[in-house]
């Protein structure tokens, strides 16, 4: 069971938006930056977001994060098949004084 | 581009040891704090280490503390993680990755590692 909570999947079709959740609490993202990461098949993981919103250079704007409380979010816009992947959300955790990710969310582009 | 070769991996019995290195090549090591995350089969990621840039700061995942050990050479460029007394659910691919942005040992982990794949059987 992960500190940090995303839906298993999400899906929408070409051109379309989606959202991903991740839900935790004070002792993480309610006090932590929150950063969002792009597991493509077959491939390590990279970093799409950081400290909440924060797009490193290279990382389309396409994508956008977002914190609220103990819950953050990472949007896609224009939604395409080369983003079919696995997302990841992860911050700190202070009360464990250890990193955390959510399970993952799996996005399918229909 | 920076690249993070991990080495080390292999197949081994419950209650061995094994070392993980990684090289670091392509960016600067010196300076930023690195980390190790793993991924077991079927399964997320799982925040396993830390060491902060000077080596002074270090915290463990509860699943590991007490076993691993995680520690750096600068005038090598080199990660490493000592594991100790593995486990089968130790099984998984694990990442060397740098924390690149930011200063929290939880997020900016960039780039990362094409990862080595330690497997705990008996």
């Known amino acids: 069971q992960s500190v940090l909570t995303q839906p298993p999947s999400v899906s929408a079709a070409p051109g379309q938006k989606v959202t991903i959740s991740c839900s935790g609490s004070s002792s993480n993202i309610g006090n932590n930056y929150v950063s969002w990461y792009q597991r493509l098949p077959g491939a390590a993981p990279r970093l799409l977001m950081y400290e909440n919103d924060k797009r490193p250079s290279g990382i389309p704007d396409r994508f956008s994060g977002s914190k609220s409380g103990t819950s953050a979010t990472l949007g896609i816009t224009g939604l395409q098949t080369g983003d079919e992947a696995d997302y990841y959300c992860?911050?700190?955790?202070?009360?464990?004084?250890?990193?955390?990710f959510g399970g993952g969310t799996k996005v399918t582009v229909l | 581009q920076g690249q993070l070769v991990e080495s080390g991996g292999g197949v081994v019995q419950p209650g061995t040891s094994l070392r993980l290195s990684c090289e670091v090549s392509g960016v600067p090591f010196s300076g930023y704090s690195m980390t190790w995350v793993r991924e077991a089969p079927g399964k997320g990621l799982e925040w396993v280490a830390a060491i902060s840039h000077d080596g002074t700061r270090i915290d463990y995942g509860d699943s590991v503390k007490g076993r691993f050990t995680i520690s750096r050479d600068d005038s090598k460029r080199r990660l490493y993680l000592q594991m100790n007394s593995l486990r089968p659910e130790d099984t998984a691919r694990f990442y060397c990755v740098r924390i690149g942005f930011g200063v929290s040992f939880g997020g900016g982990f960039d780039p990362w590692g094409q990862g080595t794949l330690v497997t705990v059987s008996s």
């Open positions: 992860g911050t700190w955790d202070s009360s464990l004084s250890a990193g955390v």
